[in-house]
């Protein structure tokens, strides 16, 4: 069912593009884009909920989804995202690493259309590329590419006195201020399921650090 959590703004925002754009002007998708995306702001479909959710309290299908939420985000949301470190947070709560031909591959998982495609741009420019053959939800790339896409977002991480507080206050042990790097960090912090699987379970120290820049 689709609420609102604040009618007064939900309405404004509408009467405001109305006087920008004009009466007639938006077509029939541009209102379903415009709608979508106060209702994001100001309604039910927020960004914890899965694209599966949204498209059954809205009542169509994924595809259709994904494709509302991008445009969206690049007609009204853009200045918000532009920085996409904001978004890329919700991805680091849990990212999976397995061995593929020895190597180690960190996977996540991104529903957003428009994160994605940032996130590939990212790695891109940094001489990375990402690999999407088994899901085109799940991000794969190699831990290195990882690490530099970690410190592309959060150039802080790259300080010595930052990740010696980060590994402190997730009890690793350091020997040298030369072993003092991020890779070795989420390496250390990586730990195995029950079920064989290796997690990297991004410190709390990283993800508090974050949070707040």
Do not use: C
Not at 101 to 110: E, N, R, T
Not at 167 to 184: F, P, T, Y
């Amino acid at each position: 069912m689709i609420t609102l959590t604040n009618k007064e703004e939900f309405a404004k925002e509408i009467i405001d593009v109305l006087n920008t754009k004009g009466f007639g002007s938006l077509n029939k998708n541009d209102w379903e884009v415009l709608i979508f995306s106060l209702l994001k702001r100001f309604g039910s479909l927020h960004d914890k909920k899965s694209n599966h959710h949204v498209s059954l309290e809205l009542q169509i299908p994924e595809t259709k989804v994904k494709r509302l939420a991008y445009e969206a985000n690049l007609k009204y949301h853009f200045k918000e995202i532009n920085d996409i470190t904001e978004s890329f947070k919700g991805v680091l709560k849990e990212v999976y690493v397995i061995k593929d031909k020895g190597k180690d591959i960190v996977k996540f998982a991104v529903e957003d259309q428009f994160l994605k495609n940032a996130i590939a741009a990212k790695l891109k420019e940094l001489r990375y590329y990402a690999d999407y053959s088994f899901n085109s939800e799940i991000v794969s790339i190699r831990i290195d590419a990882f690490v530099k896409l970690m410190q592309a977002f959060y150039p802080k991480l790259n300080e010595a006195i930052t990740l010696n507080k980060i590994a402190s206050e997730n009890h690793i042990k350091l020997i040298d201020d030369d072993s003092v790097n991020l890779q070795k960090l989420l390496i250390d912090l990586v730990s195995v399921t029950e079920s064989g699987e290796k997690v990297i379970r991004i410190g709390s120290s990283i993800l508090n650090y974050i949070r707040n820049k």
